[in-house]
Nanobody, 124 residues
Framework: QVQLVESGGGLVQAGGSLRLSCAAS????????MGWFRQAPGKERDFVAA????????YYSDSVKGRFTISRDNAKNTVYLQMNSLNTEDTAVYFC?????????????????WGPGTQVTISS
């Protein structure tokens, strides 16, 4: 069992930046693919980004490509999401998750462990 805890959320003006962190504990393994998802009020949980283990291949949703960067520090069992050029549509609760899969990474049902989420609010 892996426990995940997100941090770094908050309130920022449009055009600003935030860096989210996700710390893993328990049965951690550097062989996990790590993903970020987000859920706005009244909407489904959407894929944001993922990073595989080993080659550190990265994947992004079209809505964040070029603005967000996912990275990981295996020594710290932590994955990061650097978010730049934020806009009001990025307002959501952001969740990190992990999976042993290396395919269909945009699908939330591929992930077995989830953090409780961190709120990100972008003001206009």
């Amino acid at each position: 069992q892996v426990q995940l805890v997100e941090s770094g959320g908050g309130l920022v003006q449009a055009g600003g930046s935030l860096r989210l962190s996700c710390a893993a504990s328990g049965r951690t393994s550097n062989t996990y693919t790590m993903g970020w998802f987000r859920q706005a009020p009244g909407k489904e949980r959407d894929f944001v980004a993922a990073i595989t283990w080993g080659e550190d291949d990265t994947y992004y949703s079209d809505s964040v490509k070029g603005r967000f960067t996912i990275s990981r520090d295996n020594a710290k069992n932590t994955v990061y999401l650097q978010m730049n050029s934020l806009n009001t549509e990025d307002t959501a609760v952001y969740f990190c998750a992990c999976t042993l899969a290396r395919w269909d990474l945009s699908k939330s049902n591929q992930y077995g462990s989830w953090g409780p989420g961190t709120q990100v609010t972008i003001s206009s």
